[in-house]
């Protein structure tokens, strides 16, 4: 499937957030359908690895990676308007920048965590979103994959911070599939934003880690990229502005 012919084929999908475990799936599993896939992390390292992991296990598939500073605007632009020049379009976007802070109680939360997670979890949606929406639109099948938890519907005590910032991204992505919309007009929309339910993710070095541990309701990484993958099947009416659950509703 890395070979072009996939059901990807043609598609020009970039990742933000490509080196962590859930990025390394998604980049594999888009390149083995046949897409041209451009990952982005901070990371240099940890991106190139996770870039080589792909282009090995898809079979030579056309896997590149950019460092990008996400939450920077003017760079995150950059990225978004090189990979339309170099590539000629651009299909979708997945936004994969994760990270979590918690605390024992609500009384104990501490609002550094508010801002470290408001950084990672709402802004870098902030900039990608505004930086892609436009080439996504002149994709005659773009896509916005946010990423979020099932706590942003339910939050904990323990959870605010992380349950709020998540809750602030899946609004501002449902704002964007209203723009998709608008711009579809009377024939519906031709693009689409998406939101990916989780509870939590699982990937094999976590299960190595607590070889007793069952991650009830946990998502594998590579059960997320196959849903990942699976959003381009479906028409963009079908999944705009839609929180799409691979986990048991709260």
């Known amino acids: 499937m890395g070979n072009g012919n996939g059901e990807l084929s043609g598609a020009v999908i970039a990742v933000a957030g490509a080196g962590g475990p859930a990025g390394r799936a998604a980049l594999r599993r888009l390149a083995e359908a046949g897409a041209t896939v451009v990952g982005a992390d901070n990371d240099p390292e940890r991106l190139s690895e996770a870039v080589d992991a792909a282009r090995y296990a898809s079979g030579g598939a056309r896997v590149t990676g950019d460092t990008v ?31 979590w802070r918690g605390s024992e109680t609500f009384t104990k939360t501490s609002l550094d965590d508010w801002d470290f997670l408001e950084l990672l979890l709402i802004r870098t949606v902030q900039h990608t979103s505004l930086a892609f929406h436009e080439a996504l639109q002149r994709s005659e099948r773009g ?9 942003a519907s ?41 939101i990916l339910v989780v509870k939590a993710l699982v990937h094999e070095a976590m299960r190595a880690e607590r070889p007793n541990a069952k991650f009830a309701g946990f998502t594998d990484v590579g059960d997320l990229a196959e849903a990942i993958a699976e959003i381009w099947r479906k028409p963009a009416a079908e999944v705009n502005g839609h929180r799409l659950w691979l986990t048991e509703k709260p």
């Open 143 to 151: 896509r916005y994959v946010l990423i979020s938890a099932a706590g």
């Open 154 to 194: 339910r939050p904990t005590a323990g959870n605010a911070a992380y349950a709020a910032a998540k809750a602030a991204a899946e609004a501002w992505t449902l704002a964007m599939a209203d723009y998709f919309r608008k711009a579809g007009g009377a024939e519906g929309p031709t693009s689409a934003a998406v």
């Open 69 to 99: 500073d996400l939450l920077d605007l003017q760079s995150t632009r950059d990225w978004a308007t090189h990979i339309e020049k170099d590539f000629g379009r651009v299909d979708g976007l997945v936004h994969l920048v994760g990270g």
